[in-house]
């Protein structure tokens, strides 16, 4: 079992960035993946982007292409999400999550999510 938790979120201007984090307690594998979705209020929870633990792989939302980037420390259980030129619409919960795959978009297919950090722009 991997405990995560995030942390790093904030009340922001638009065009203004900032560093998530989420530190993962347990084993994870190389052949496992990691991702960051967001969740706004009265919406689904979204995908956001993920990467493959071990060559660290990373795939991203067309939303969030260009402007956001995930990366990850193996040594030290760490996952990060850079969130540049925030956008009013970046507003949500941000989750960061585990799957036994090595990449998937579907939070279906995550078994293990932290508490969520929130992040707030205004414009």
């Known amino acids: 079992q991997v405990q995560l938790e995030e942390s790093g979120g904030e009340s922001v201007q638009t065009g203004g960035s900032l560093r998530l984090s989420c530190a993962a307690s347990?084993?994870?594998?190389?052949?496992?993946?990691m991702g960051w979705f967001r969740q706004a209020p009265g919406k689904e929870r979204e995908f956001v982007a993920a990467?493959?633990?071990?060559?660290?792989?990373?795939y991203y939302s067309d939303s969030v292409k260009g402007r956001f980037a995930i990366s990850r420390s193996t040594g030290e259980n760490m996952l990060y999400l850079q969130m540049n030129s925030l956008k009013p619409e970046d507003t949500a919960a941000y989750y960061c999550?585990?799957?036994?795959?090595?990449?998937?978009?579907?939070?279906?297919?995550?078994?293990?999510w932290g508490q969520g950090t929130q992040v707030t722009v205004s414009s």
């Open positions: 999550a585990r799957t036994r795959r090595g990449y998937s978009t579907n939070a279906a297919e995550y078994d293990n």
């Open positions: 347990g084993r994870i594998y190389s052949s496992h993946g």
């Open positions: 990467i493959r633990w071990g060559p660290g792989t990373t």
